[in-house]
């Protein structure tokens, strides 16, 4: 019965799931994606994740322009992000006894960033620009904070960035715009070669007062999902990566220490722990066209480069963590095989010890595959100016080859005079 409550509350959204989803989402079946994830959350997330939950439903639903039921999860998502700040010492322990899912998930910075973008676009398709602006301040308010506590890995985001300077100048916050955009400048400097992205630049026509601006942002594709990965490791290997924890953030827990010195050693142990896997898509361009004439998209965000960045610089943390914890579990099946044995005079019997010792660690052992999977791979965007009034707009998708793929056309778009309209489109074919 413990040992049920334990493996429920480690529930995980798996890989067949998510390859389930994304099917759904390739077929551009988004409603479609949004119910199996309905039909499957109590078994998928854990309740303790419901955070996550609200945000994999969340993008679907801002993705077939439902923005008030998106922004309604969005917001109850941030709440419980910001209650789960301050983690628990007692759920710390847990990871380092049980298993990385014994806690709840805690959101990527980048993750959290784009709660802020999602939910400013969700107020600008109810055309609540000031909505849209407390959640750009909202963001910016975040990524500086990342920009003074950390030195490497995800430290600034020069998309939303951009995105938030914008927003300002769509409210008059000119000043705050400024700062923005010079923020933005300098982290797509400091980081676009690196994410593979181009830095916006879109001159402003000199009679910019009497047109009307569109920006149209196209997510495209999949992230890559993880998976989880199982391999033997030597157990001097073992015993190496489980004592340097000055390598990580964690610290050893007393409990675990002790088991530690107190091992037998072994030839080898097995371990599971996650792995991302790459999400195959097609769309690799795009551009608008109105009145026939073309403007072509730029990729100004990877959110794949990004969760990629997010897991190469936890990964450390998770491998001292796996192997702690493979580790203690070993040397618990060998010395309960022991006392049983002794106990019992029975060597039979320490086997059969050794046996559901082992079994229960192995049962309870599963790698943390949870991520926020319905963000697309990267977001391409324009800025396009033309005369005020009612327009409809061609967005054409591009494979390598150059060949046209799909096509999302926005009919009837009113473009106002001196005014901004921002549309978007998901692909994930």
Known sequence: ?????????????????????NKLLAQDKIEAADQHIQSKQKRMYAKKDVHLLYLDRATLLHDVNKPKESDF????????????YTKSATAEIGTLVINDLTTAYDVADYERAFTFFYRAMNFLQQNDVSGAAVEARKAVFFLD??????????TDD???????????????????ARISRQNALNAYNKQGKEM???????????????????????????????????IQLAWDRAMSIASSPEETRDQV?????????????????????????????????SAAVIDAQRYPLYKVANLSALAKQDFNEKMPSVWFRTVTRALVKRIAAVQAHKAAAEASKDEGVG???????????????????????????EIH???????????????????KNGNIIGEKVFEGVIVPRGGRVFLHHRSAY
């Open 253 to 285: 827990a007393p409990e675990v220490q002790n088991a530690l010195h107190a091992g037998i050693m072994g030839s080898a142990i097995t371990i599971s722990f996650p792995q991302l896997e790459a999400q195959l898509y097609r769309v690799y361009s």
């Open 1 to 21: 019965m413990g040992l049920a409550v334990v493996c429920s509350a480690c529930a995980a959204p798996s890989l067949r799931y998510k390859t389930d989803v």
């Open 196 to 230: 593979g992205v181009q830095t916006p630049n879109f001159p402003l026509p000199s009679n910019i007062n009497d047109l009307g601006e569109v920006i149209l942002f196209h997510y495209n594709g999949l992230l890559p999902l993880k998976k989880t990965q199982t």
């Open 158 to 176: 020069p998309f939303i960035q951009y995105f938030a300077s914008l927003v300002f100048e769509s409210v008059g916050q000119l000043s705050d």
């Open 73 to 84: 999860l969005l917001a109850q998502a941030q709440d419980r992000i910001n209650d789960l």
């Open 351 to 377: 086997v059969l010890a050794e046996m559901f010792v082992g079994m229960l660690g192995s049962a309870l052992e599963k790698a943390d595959t949870r991520q926020w999977f319905t963000l697309p791979a």
């Open 145 to 154: 904070g990342l920009r003074g506590s950390k030195k490497k890995g995800y």
């Open 381 to 399: 965007m324009t800025r396009i100016f033309v005369a005020p009034g009612k327009r409809d707009i061609h967005l054409l998708l591009r494979d």
